[in-house]
């Protein structure tokens, strides 16, 4: 049965949407395997009936407030005191920037939206290249779900039965090294084109207002990994303090959020949770199909005839996942590659935790690899250039991400040391 794989990626090339696909081929397996087909009703209802799955819809809903609350813009503003002197300086803002707000979004898209909404056109006022400014927002906007709070994490310790505190210090290490990578290119872009920044380094005091301003809003991932690590709340419950910080924030520290705005807020919440729920839900009957068939232990016995050897098994998943975030997003191919992928990585002696920092890592950057490649959709529409256009800028960038991705897998405990730090297995 495991050509089941292949006819759901044949759907995925007619372009089927990703949940269909998920739902024909697991019904078509199960009417071959003369299954009964309660089992449909079964699985998909377990598949989303989880109290930790809650925290995906909050964090959601959090994110969202966050977006239109007023909160990115004073995240640049800080950005700009910090780093807008030096050469190239508004695109290190714009990479410091995104990494400040994915400690606050946990997401690709929104780091996408809201800092490449501010950011592109300044950039290209001050004489950047489109191009060049519309990648750099989407390459940076990847450390969106690496960094806590991370949707994709919290999916993947359901999934895997992994701490979802373990995970969220894992991704800060790799989330910071990316957003180092890109500021080393982007400063040494603006020295080779002799690309100045603001006139003169800010001083300690501007530095120190724009901090205060700032200070809430960067306050967010302290009290969520706090407070999970201390044992005050579960990973749900931290989307609840992240709902209700988000909304005090934005409506009553920095009054950016009438009533009037919560209606749409929450709409747009509700479509977005909907949708990764009916992904999971559906995915969820796959894996259970796959392992009914024993697909994983015949994978994991296909790839333990090629090499044994960890880091064989490590450079196969990578190009696995890289090929698949170029045509899957993120959810959908987190839901169906960790059950295919973590027995063979146990089986290797490979940590859960790690395992899940590369998948996020890997599929984070197919946000920014065409045919899919979200974030670079969100950030042309602003720049309002052609996607092929972008490439050739975006190759450079791309690489270094590639860089980032062979340190975060081939040493572990650039990922493991904060866990093994605060307490982790």
Same mark, same amino acid.
């Given at each position: 049965?495991?050509?089941?794989?292949?006819?759901?990626?044949?759907?995925?090339?007619?372009?089927?949407?990703?949940?269909?696909?998920?739902?024909i081929?697991?019904?078509?397996?199960?009417?071959?395997?003369?299954?009964?087909?309660?089992?449909?009703?079964q699985?998909?209802?377990?598949?989303?009936?989880?109290?930790?799955?809650?925290?995906?819809?909050?964090?959601?809903?959090?994110?969202?407030?966050?977006t239109?609350?007023?909160?990115?813009?004073?995240?640049?503003?800080?950005?700009?005191?910090?780093?807008?002197?030096?050469?190239?300086?508004?695109?290190?803002?714009?990479?410091?920037?995104?990494?400040?707000?994915?400690?606050?979004?946990?997401?690709?898209?929104?780091?996408?939206?809201?800092?490449?909404?501010?950011?592109?056109?300044?950039?290209?006022?001050?004489?950047?290249?489109?191009?060049?400014?519309?990648?750099?927002?989407?390459?940076?906007?990847?450390?969106?779900?690496?960094?806590?709070?991370?949707?994709?994490?919290?999916?993947?310790?359901?999934?895997?039965?992994?701490?979802?505190?373990?995970?969220?210090?894992?991704?800060?290490?790799?989330?910071?090294l990316?957003?180092?990578?890109?500021?080393?290119?982007?400063?040494?872009?603006?020295?080779?084109?002799?690309?100045?920044?603001?006139?003169?380094? +800010?001083?300690?005091?501007?530095?120190? $207002?724009?901090?205060?301003?700032? %200070?809430?809003? @960067?306050? #967010? =991932? /302290?009290?969520?990994?706090?407070?999970?690590?201390?044992?005050?709340?579960?990973?749900?419950?931290?989307?609840?303090i992240?709902?209700?910080?988000?909304?005090l924030?934005?409506?009553?520290?920095?009054?950016?959020?009438?009533?009037?705005?919560?209606?749409?807020?929450?709409?747009?919440?509700?479509?977005?949770?909907?949708?990764?729920?009916?992904v999971?839900?559906?995915?969820?009957?796959?894996?259970?199909?796959?392992?009914?068939?024993?697909?994983?232990?015949?994978?994991?016995?296909?790839?333990?005839?090629?090499?044994?050897?960890?880091?064989?098994?490590?450079?196969?998943?990578?190009?696995?996942?890289?090929? +698949?975030?170029?045509?899957?997003?993120? $959810?959908?191919?987190?839901?169906? %590659?960790?059950p @295919?992928? #973590? =027995? /063979?990585?146990?089986?290797?002696?490979?940590?859960?935790?790690?395992?899940?920092?590369?998948?996020?890592?890997?599929?984070?950057?197919?946000?920014?690899?065409?045919?899919?490649?979200?974030?670079?959709?969100?950030?042309?529409?602003?720049?309002?250039?052609?996607?092929?256009?972008?490439?050739?800028?975006?190759?450079?960038?791309?690489?270094?991400?590639?860089?980032v991705?062979?340190?975060?897998t081939?040493?572990?405990?650039?990922?493991?040391?904060?866990?093994?730090?605060?307490?982790?297995?």
């Amino acid at each position: 049965m495991i050509w089941l794989l292949g006819l759901l990626f044949v759907l995925f090339f007619f372009r089927v949407p990703i949940a269909f696909a998920l739902g024909i081929t697991s019904l078509v397996g199960l009417a071959l395997s003369d299954t009964n087909m309660v089992i449909v009703a079964q699985k998909t209802f377990s598949g989303i009936d989880s109290f930790t799955l809650v925290a995906i819809p909050l964090f959601v809903l959090a994110g969202e407030i966050m977006t239109v609350g007023g909160i990115s813009k004073r995240l640049v503003n800080f950005a700009q005191l910090l780093v807008g002197h030096l050469p190239a300086g508004l695109g290190l803002v714009a990479v410091l920037a995104c990494a400040f707000f994915s400690a606050i979004s946990g997401s690709a898209i929104a780091d996408a939206a809201a800092i490449g909404g501010i950011l592109i056109p300044a950039m290209v006022a001050q004489g950047y290249d489109r191009r060049f400014a519309s990648t750099l927002i989407a390459s940076a906007s990847t450390i969106g779900p690496v960094i806590p709070p991370s949707i994709p994490f919290i999916l993947y310790g359901v999934m895997a039965s992994v701490s979802i505190g373990d995970l969220f210090l894992a991704g800060v290490a790799p989330g910071l090294l990316m957003a180092v990578f890109l500021m080393i290119y982007v400063f040494m872009f603006g020295k080779k084109n002799n690309i100045r920044g603001r006139e003169k380094m +800010a001083s300690p005091k501007e530095i120190f $207002i724009g901090f205060k301003d700032a %200070f809430f809003a @960067l306050l #967010l =991932p /302290i009290i969520i990994i706090g407070g999970f690590r201390s044992g005050i709340f579960t990973a749900t419950e931290s989307g609840v303090i992240a709902v209700i910080y988000a909304l005090l924030l934005g409506v009553f520290v920095y009054k950016e959020i009438k009533l009037k705005d919560l209606a749409k807020v929450l709409f747009e919440s509700a479509l977005s949770s909907a949708s990764i729920l009916f992904v999971i839900g559906n995915a969820t009957l796959f894996t259970w199909l796959l392992s009914f068939h024993d697909i994983p232990d015949q994978l994991s016995a296909l790839v333990s005839g090629i090499s044994d050897e960890p880091w064989v098994i490590l450079l196969l998943m990578n190009i696995v996942l890289l090929i +698949a975030g170029t045509f899957i997003d993120t $959810i959908s191919a987190l839901t169906i %590659f960790t059950p @295919l992928f #973590l =027995p /063979i990585a146990m089986a290797a002696g490979i940590d859960p935790v790690h395992l899940g920092v590369i998948i996020v890592v890997n599929l984070t950057i197919g946000m920014i690899t065409p045919p899919l490649g979200v974030c670079l959709f969100v950030t042309s529409s602003i720049a309002k250039v052609n996607l092929v256009q972008m490439v050739r800028p975006l190759i450079p960038q791309f690489l270094i991400l590639l860089v980032v991705l062979a340190i975060v897998t081939y040493l572990p405990d650039i990922s493991l040391f904060l866990p093994h730090i605060f307490g982790g297995e």
